[in-house]
């Protein structure tokens, strides 16, 4: 699989968008959950609303304006694709990193009951912080990392029981 991702705008709008793209813009973090951005001179003040990193799901505020934003990549559309997102979550028993990044929190301490869609960790990755939640009720059996810790893609983050 390629590093390219397809990123729909409220959506209607579609582009291509790449690491190496994200990687030439000039971005400064201001805030938690704010950027400065700076593209062929023009300038945009990003916060980013409300997030869900499994589902690649994201609502942000570009100078002011609110957009529904959906990131998909190669792997999701070959996933569904084969019919393998119907219900694919509830039998996930562990958690792999979807990307490289550093693990900025961990919301979750092993033995504890957790459900779907409930926050599990913070992992910054590609200069924004992703909520990575649990894709199904269950009861936390390991945490592979540490805050702190910089993580490579597929490496375990959260098994469960």
């Known amino acids: 699989m390629d590093d ?7 959506g209607n709008f579609d582009f291509p968008l790449s690491n190496g793209d ?27 609303v409300s997030s869900d990193f499994t589902r690649g799901l994201y609502t942000v505020n570009v100078n002011g304006n609110e957009h529904e934003v959906s ?7 070959l996933i569904q694709k084969m019919g393998f997102a119907i219900n694919g979550a509830k039998n996930i028993d562990s958690i ?7 693990i900025l929190d961990i919301s ?5 009951e957790v459900k779907e869609d409930e926050q599990l960790l913070v992992l910054e990755a590609m200069k924004m912080e992703n909520s990575i939640t649990s ?13 702190g810790d910089a993580v490579d893609k597929k490496q375990l ?3 469960f029981e």
């Open 4 to 10: 390219s991702y397809t990123v729909k705008i409220d």
């Open 22 to 48: 994200v990687s030439q813009l000039d971005i400064i973090k201001s805030k938690k959950d704010s950027f400065h951005i700076l593209k062929e001179d023009i300038s945009y003040h990003v916060k980013i």
């Open 71 to 77: 990131i998909h990549t190669p792997l999701d559309d």
């Open 96 to 102: 792999a990193a979807p990307m490289p990044g550093l």
């Open 108 to 112: 979750v301490e092993e033995g504890q």
């Open 135 to 147: 894709p199904r009720n269950g009861v936390i059996k390991k945490i592979a990392v540490n805050q």
């Open 157 to 159: 983050l959260i098994e």
